[in-house]
Nanobody, 123 residues
């Protein structure tokens, strides 16, 4: 079975950095569209970033452009989300996801999900 295991969450001060990792088992990571989503209490899950399986190009929601970087390491079968210049509004549970749909921004189009990792940004 396909499994996604996340790590790297934690608590940081505003302006700090974290790197989230998502290791994929059961299938080569490069065959999936890999997405990053987040969900804060009382809010719906929102798209953060994704990497296309076809091109390897990363896409981002406007609020994280210039601060977050999604990447893929095929040798380690792992995707990463480097988060810099973190803000309190980035606080959420972050989920990685894998799918094969032509769409990469909608959570409903992904087939497999990680367990989530908490990111807290506060003074």
């Amino acid at each position: 079975q396909v499994q996604l295991v996340e790590s790297g969450g934690g608590s940081v001060q505003p302006g700090g950095s974290l790197r989230l990792s998502c290791e994929v088992s059961g299938r080569t990571v490069s065959t999936y569209n890999m997405g990053w989503f987040r969900q804060a209490p009382g809010k719906e899950r929102e798209f953060v970033a994704a990497i296309s399986s076809h091109s390897g190009i990363a896409y981002y929601t406007d609020s994280v452009k210039g601060r977050f970087t999604a990447s893929r390491d095929n040798a380690k079968n792992t995707v990463y989300l480097q988060m810099n210049s973190l803000k309190p509004e980035d606080t959420a549970i972050y989920y990685c996801a894998a799918g094969t749909s032509l769409g990469i921004r909608a959570a409903t189009l992904y087939d497999y999900w990680g367990q989530g990792t908490q990111v807290t940004v506060s003074s």
